[in-house]
């Protein structure tokens, strides 16, 4: 697929282009330069320094003025976009979205808009554990940038190193900041990462810092050779691990819940959204002390189904709905007394698999969730906010009972015998206690 990435020449965005490059084609970058520098959905310490980078990467780099004016700043995006599609041919947008549910559902309504598939390849990681992955991939990365307290001018310029990221640990804990900067505390520029054919080196710079906030503005720099022991890596392939393979670390801790399986949904094995839809789920359950396989949807056996003590269905991009066309391959649903989980597209499946039917219901972004009956997923009845992301929604057949929604477009359902649930909104987002209670079932 031919993808275009939203670039800010920060970290998030650098790596997200990386990840695209391992199974897809990069046609280009898309900058978005604004006119203020508090803009609410775009990078701006070194912007305009993004085209050495895109030299460096050997990627062509498309441009675009903006006002930076919150929410008309989006037209400006939307108007890039088009202009990438038409001249690169791009089929998808990828971001660097981490935790910014702001920015991450504008850019998927845009996309939506524009029939783009939309990739957030590092959506909803652990933050601490991606800075630490930085590192450990050899990227060179420095802080461009400091927006609010505890941070002071030492920071502006500093190299990103494991010190930092450990003082960034400490930061998190006391003030409850975003340590990748995702809350717009720090921004970040990239000098150097596995992939680029060239490194950067900054021969000008200069400083600006008062009340916490400040700007570190590269002046002049250039391209220069990278040690010849670097040429292996331009590959972004070598040395990583397929998407799937952390699923099957012998490290793990196995918790007395058993192990649950992950089936991934999406229309292609370690495809982009992979990472987006699966990952999350899987560090929330791994991290609370559970044991997660994953296995594509094509490759759930009986005997897989049987070494598992609960299933949870992932869900998928907005355009991707390959799943709906092997319904048959889900037969193993009814028969399964386990607890079952589906969300978003795996609600939908477990619907269909009962004889409900799959219905439009387009939704982007936080919305309220009425949970109108208890159960032992969503506890008593109560308004919850839960992140959307789909188009379509299942309507009950008369075996699933309704929890939260309506009859005719279910938010979340429970069957009436057998632990199988249904939930069309995200936990992994916004509420992780869903997949931690599902887990304890």
């Known amino acids: ?35 203020n520098p508090d803009s609410y959905m775009f990078h701006t310490p070194n912007v305009r320094r993004t085209d050495l980078q895109a030299k460096a990467m050997g990627i062509p780099l498309l441009t675009w003025p903006t006002h930076g ?80 307290y505890p ?34 505390e720090l921004e970040t520029f990239v000098l150097d990462a596995p992939f680029f054919q060239k490194r950067i080196e900054i021969l000008k710079a200069s400083e600006s810092y008062a009340n916490y906030r400040g700007q570190f503005v590269i002046e002049e720099m250039r391209l220069v050779e990278k040690p010849a022991e670097s040429a292996s890596t331009k590959s972004p392939q070598i040395g990583r691990k397929k998407p799937g393979d952390e699923g099957h670390d012998s490290k793990k801790v196995v918790h007395s819940g058993g192990c649950i399986l992950l089936v991934d949904l999406c229309f292609e094995k370690y495809c982009l959204s992979h990472y987006e ?59 399964s007394k386990k607890p079952i989980l589906g969300i978003c597209a795996g609600m939908q499946v477990i619907g269909a698999v009962y004889g409900g039917s799959i219905v439009q219901s387009p939704a982007i972004g936080l919305e309220e969730i009425e949970i109108v009956r208890a159960s032992p997923l969503l506890g008593e009845p109560r308004r ?13 057949p008369q075996e699933l009972s309704l929890l939260a929604g309506k009859t005719d477009t279910a938010l979340a359902f429970q ?10 909104f995200h936990p992994e987002v916004r509420n992780r206690w869903i997949l931690e209670r599902f887990a304890n079932l």
């Open 277 to 335: 839809f699966v990952h999350p789920i899987r560090d929330t359950l791994q991290h609370a002390g559970f044991f997660c396989d994953i296995l594509h949807y094509t490759e759930v056996t009986s005997q897989a189904l049987a070494s598992c003590d609960k299933i949870i269905l992932c869900g998928t991009a907005l355009l991707d709905n390959e799943y709906a066309k092997h319904l048959e391959l889900f037969s193993w649903i009814k028969e």
């Open 151 to 184: 941070f002071d001018a030492s920071w502006l310029g500093a190299e990103l190193t494991e010190e930092r990221i450990q003082m960034l640990e400490k930061l998190e804990k006391k003030y409850r900041i975003n340590p990748s900067g995702e809350g717009g």
């Open 415 to 424: 069957h009436a015998v057998h632990p199988t649930y249904g939930i069309i």
């Open 1 to 35: 697929m031919k993808l275009g990435v939203l670039f800010s020449g920060g970290k998030d965005s650098v790596f997200a282009c990386r990840r695209a490059m391992e199974r897809n084609e990069v046609a280009c970058l898309i900058t978005l330069v604004s006119e």
């Open 69 to 148: 004016i919150k929410e008309e700043e989006l037209s400006d995006l939307a108007e890039a976009i088009s202009a990438a599609r038409e001249r690169y041919g791009i089929q998808g947008i990828v971001t660097g979205a981490i935790e910014s549910v702001y920015q991450a559902a504008r850019v998927q309504r845009i996309c939506r808009d524009q029939d783009l598939w939309c990739y957030n390849p590092i959506w909803q990681t652990n933050q601490i554990d991606y800075l630490r992955g930085l590192l450990r991939e050899d990227f060179s990365i420095i802080i461009s940038g400091v927006y609010a």
């Open 384 to 396: 919850i906010e839960g992140y959307h992301l789909h188009n379509y929604a299942a309507a009950l």
